[in-house]
């Protein structure tokens, strides 16, 4: 198995659900408390396993004006956790042998008790996915909840990761990338999935799915009759 | 990169602690000149006692150093857990052989046991032990991808290289101190490993250019986010304050200052103490060598610390730099 998560950047509304769910799952999971530093003052300060950054994409304008037809500028929200890499250099460089990838199903997780709070592997991670604890002293990464996703006592649609199962828009999607036919591989294949900076080596598994191609939709705009008559002409043409 | 005074401290005492010994046994194997090895057995006691406890003492308060460094010290013996995969965990691995290598030794030396060359044999045991410390110590820094700055091949070379040149200088000072001159192989070694050490280390800011963040072949927050051929620009990154990613990773010391103090960095690393010690030797004034020890000392720190402040880690492209 190769467990991960497919992210829907076309429907991701920036709500972070998602994150709040996660730090409220997690901070009393196996790897919790997910501690905070003046949570209530002025520069509240604390540890995450998802955040969510906010970026303008720009469309493809020739000399600044937009091109009829050519995607517009997008605003993407783009949630990121631990990409579960199988190439996990977090892994290899622990000295500790706190971190490592589990082999039946892929999850990289850090044993909380061995762990001595170096932050080598936080250098080694290109995604930011672990935050060290202050606190506690230990790093603290995304587990894709593997204190739900096994739990019989759960109802079984319950039985996903917590950021899933808040997304109110169902952008995030939590399967078996190593099972062609789960919907995470499908997504990835209908979608164009992509995994994020592929070119250092590291095999992310999740997947993101890029937004779509809309064009800017037309305004309701009052035209004359002439100008009605040329459009009525210019589509008459183009059949 | 955030330069943590803990990691400078333990980069500059350890490595120049590891080059006096390395020297020390270089000379001891190769050129006993540089030894004295003429003198009674007892100055040459005296004279193990004060390099190879200096030598010791150094790497030792760098390791100790260095473990300030760690948020959760008490799980620090298991740092030797995974030698296997881990250069932090070689490095500590090493760094422990050392002592009983270089204390047999000492102790071969001391009761003047060398009928067979045991002695010897001790002596490149730990020489190579000492090197492997070194070597580990650059790849710990070396082998991570995502900072492009230490993802070269230069930076372990130039690691050993201070070493080693802040090593003999050390043990040029130490010499002068005991028999109040600089021997020639001293100061060779000094020379050579000064001269290639800054060839590599103006080699290394070729190699990763301007420090601030543009110029060609850079990763781009379009690479990063995965809109390679788009302009991308961040709006938003979510938290009102402060987060660990911003804390470790996001420092900024600003490119004109960073440029300034690496000219810095070459004078009082390179020029001062290579003209100080040229100049010392030949007008013959003895305490040019602890001068050129204290510029060099400073300009050690300072190339430690810019190495930090230099580096970019691509995840500062997802907190909206445009390219590392």
Known sequence: MKLGLAIDLDTCVGCHACATACKQWNTSGTIGPLTDQDPYGRDPIGTWLNRIRTYEVAGTPVAGIPVEGAPVSKTVHMPMSCMQCEEADCVTVCPTGASYKREEDGIVLVDQDKCMGCNLCAWACPYGARELDEEQGVMKKCTLCVDRIYDEALPEAERQPACVLSCPTSSRVFGDFDDPNSTVSKLTVERGGQGLMPELGYKPVNRYLPPRQHTAEAMDVQRSPMQKLAQWTNKLIQR | MKPALSVLIFTVSSGAGYGLLIWLLLFYLFSPDALALALS?????????????????????????????????????????????????????????????????????????????????????????????????????????????????????????????????????????????????????????????????????????????????????????????????????????????????????????????????????????????????????????????????????LERWLFFAEARHVVRLYHGDQSN
């Open chain 2, 41 to 301: 057995p007892d100055s040459l006691r005296t004279y193990f006692g004060l390099y190879g406890g200096i030598g010791l003492v150094l790497v030792t308060l760098g390791l100790l150093s260095s473990t300030l460094h760690l948020a959760n010290p008490k799980n620090a013996w298991r740092a030797f857990n995974r030698f296997r995969t881990s250069w932090l965990s070689r490095e500590g691995v090493f760094a422990l052989l050392f002592y009983p290598a270089f204390i047999l030794f000492a102790a071969l030396l001391w009761f003047g046991v060398d009928a067979t060359g045991l002695t010897a044999t001790t002596a490149l045991v730990a020489l190579a032990i000492a090197f492997a410390t070194l070597v580990c110590t650059g790849m710990i820094y070396a082998s991570l991808k995502p900072i492009r700055q230490w993802h070269n091949n230069l930076t372990t070379p130039i690691y050993i290289g201070f070493s080693l040149m802040s090593g003999s200088l050390l043990y040029g000072m130490l010499y002068q101190y005991q028999f109040g001159k600089l021997p020639a192989p001293v100061f060779n070694a000094f020379i050579t490993s000064l001269i290639v050490t800054l060839l590599l280390k103006l080699l290394y800011f070729w190699h990763i250019g301007k420090p601030d963040g543009a110029g060609k072949n850079r990763t781009t927050i379009g690479d990063a986010t995965g809109f390679s051929q788009a302009q991308v620009r961040l709006m938003d990154a979510g938290h009102s304050s402060g987060t660990f990613l911003t804390k470790e990773f996001v420092y900024d010391a600003g490119a004109l200052r960073l440029l300034i103090l690496r000219r810095c960095m070459l004078v009082l690393t390179f020029v001062i103490p290579l003209a100080l010690i040229i100049w010392g030797r030949q007008v013959g004034i003895p305490s040019a060598v602890y001068l050129a020890m204290v510029f060099m000392l400073g300009g050690t720190l």
